[in-house]
């Protein structure tokens, strides 16, 4: 079901649509976000490539293996498939593969490269063969600033025999979300004491979460990743200062070990900086992977780009930190669904997702009643992530306790249940606050993040050769945690034990012990509408697991004994 803003785009559909063409839900919303102008139709001789999803088979089996993989009282705890492995469990029928392949072919459409597992076809055609292959689809050339994209407009249907075979076609519809890292300054003109700090860096995160000196990465078989997103990319020189100013007090590897895909030629993202210096100085001493895409070509989504390798690669890092999202209204249950299949096929391989819970508090949108509510974010809201919060110093420029910091994405999904790993946490967590959000404004049998926590706030980061001060963001939270479990898997590692894999299974397991593996941070509440009803407060902070800062941020020492056997 779908809705379009007038009456003649759905007649163009429907008279473009031959008669037994139906509309596929996929990723088809058709909204222009804020900031990108039409600069017009395509030529007809233009390249497109989409990205076709074929359907997989035995789903179900690979959720309920991913349960027992992750499950620290499963037999099976840890045992991993290979890419072979996985590709015969999932890879799509036959009948699947022949049927989309001669439709494709029926339309001369020939350029086309597969993965490994079989469940994605990426192609390229001439913009008029695409307009023909998925009809009501009217390319046209975006523009943002300097970034370009081609993107239909308007839906498009599918003929019938193909809806039982693909999931969504990318590369249509979807803009990249704008979310960028935040940067902060402090209206504060007095002299500070010696004893503070002047901004977070890997030395005031080493002395906040215990990490010592020796506590950097040795194993051989350990590896890490971030993926970077939206022309972002780092740039050596910047990563190489970065270490010589702020690494000096622990042994660190100056250069990223390899980078998929190409870097671009202009100048770094702070983003993507942030990603890789915090990261490499966290998990410090451990090779470190860049995911990047920009520079690709302007209708392919790079994302799904990002899913692609990984269903390509027989050897992938073993965590990967990702500061990207979506709000999930923008998104087709369909195209969400399919995406949460793309991770646990990544978990039941033993690789470690974090994503970044977001910089919007609880987000806000109207409910088409004439009220608001909340706003999830996806894919922090995916049941089969991990997903980081932010904190921050109760004293923003002294080694403190940690408190919310009021950006801290959180919240309830409205499309996914709540997994079976998190029910009684979450329902003590609604069971024992008195003042909560009025349950209008959540969804509160939805799957409830963030999971866990770290600093978000008042970073330095080195980017284009200059050190920038209070930088913050999940984006900064995000791959902080991410180093801290590589180090974790690194022990395991020297141990002979598998990667730590999907993590949220024996996290919460671990936490509903009362263990003090993790900070748990119960001061402070994260934004969300600004109305009568909340005034802009969202969730708070309360002692154990909550929306805001999931279960506190790590103490490495209790978290390493706890996850390290």
């Known amino acids: 079901m779908f809705t379009m803003r007038s009456l003649l785009p759905t007649l163009l559909f429907l008279l473009s649509c031959p008669v037994r063409c139906i509309y596929l839900e996929s990723d088809q919303n058709t909204s222009i976000p804020e900031g990108w102008s039409n600069a017009g139709r395509v030529a007809a001789s233009d390249q497109v490539q989409l990205t076709f999803a074929l359907k997989q088979r035995n789903v179900r089996e690979l959720r309920e293996l991913l349960g027992r993989v992750s499950d620290p009282d499963s037999p099976q705890y840890g045992k991993y498939l290979s890419l072979e492995q996985l590709s015969s469990l999932v890879q799509p029928s036959e009948l699947t593969q022949k049927v989309v392949w001669r439709w494709l072919e029926s339309h001369g459409v020939q350029d086309c490269h597969s993965v490994e597992t079989q469940d994605f076809l990426q192609c390229a055609m001439p913009a008029r063969v695409a307009e023909k292959l998925l009809p009501g689809c009217e390319f046209s050339r975006y523009a943002n600033g300097h970034q370009s994209l081609v993107r239909s407009p308007v839906p498009y249907g599918l003929p019938d025999e193909l809806s039982e075979h693909l999931d969504f076609v990318g590369g249509v519809h979807r803009f990249p979300d704008s979310k960028m890292a935040l940067r902060r300054t402090w209206a504060n003109g007095k002299k500070r004491k010696a004893e503070f700090h002047l901004g977070v860096s890997p030395s005031i995160l080493r002395q906040r979460y215990n990490l010592t000196v020796s506590d950097v990465g040795s194993s051989q078989n350990n590896s890490q990743a971030v993926a970077q997103f939206l022309e972002q990319y780092f740039h050596p020189a910047d990563l190489a200062e970065f270490m010589k100013l702020f690494g000096r007090g622990f042994k660190n590897l100056p250069k990223v070990e390899r980078v998929v895909g190409k870097q671009g030629c202009g100048k770094a993202g702070l983003e993507a900086s942030l990603d890789v210096e915090y990261i490499m100085s966290t998990g410090a001493n451990i090779p470190t992977w860049v995911f990047t895409n920009p520079g690709r070509h302007e209708s392919q989504e790079p994302f799904l780009q990002w899913l692609l390798l990984l269903s390509n690669m027989s050897a992938v890092p073993w965590v990967h930190t ?228 999931g279960w506190g941020t790590p103490n490495y020492p209790h978290l390493l004994t706890a996850l390290g056997d």
């Open 322 to 549: 990702i500061s990207y999202g979506d709000d999930e209204d923008s998104l087709s249950q369909a195209y969400m669904q399919r995406i949460n299949v793309e991770f646990m096929k990544a978990g039941v391989r033993g690789v470690t997702l974090l994503f970044a819970s977001g910089d919007s508090g609880a987000g806000c949108m109207k409910d088409g009643k004439g009220g608001n509510t909340f706003r999830p974010s996806f894919p922090a809201s995916s049941p089969y992530v991990t997903t980081v919060g932010g904190t921050s110093f109760k004293n923003p420029f002294q080694v403190t306790y940690e408190v919310t910091d009021y950006i801290s994405g959180g919240g309830f999904s409205n499309v996914f249940e709540m997994p079976d790993y998190q029910v009684n946490a979450v329902n003590s967590y609604l069971k024992g606050m008195k003042a909560l959000p009025p349950k209008t404004y959540f969804n509160s049998s939805g799957r409830a993040y963030p999971d866990v926590a770290a600093l978000s706030d008042n970073y330095w980061v080195v980017t284009n050769r200059i050190p920038i001060p209070f930088v913050s963001g999940t984006s900064a939270s995000t791959p902080v945690f991410g180093g801290i479990l590589s180090l974790i898997n690194d022990h395991r590692f020297l141990k002979s034990l598998p990667a730590l894999g999907f993590l949220n299974p024996r996290l919460y397991k671990l936490q509903g012990s009362a263990s003090s593996a993790l900070f748990d941070v119960t001061e402070g509440c994260h934004l969300s509408c600004l109305d009568e009803q909340v005034q802009g407060q969202g969730f708070c902070a309360a002692p154990s697991w909550d929306p805001v800062t």
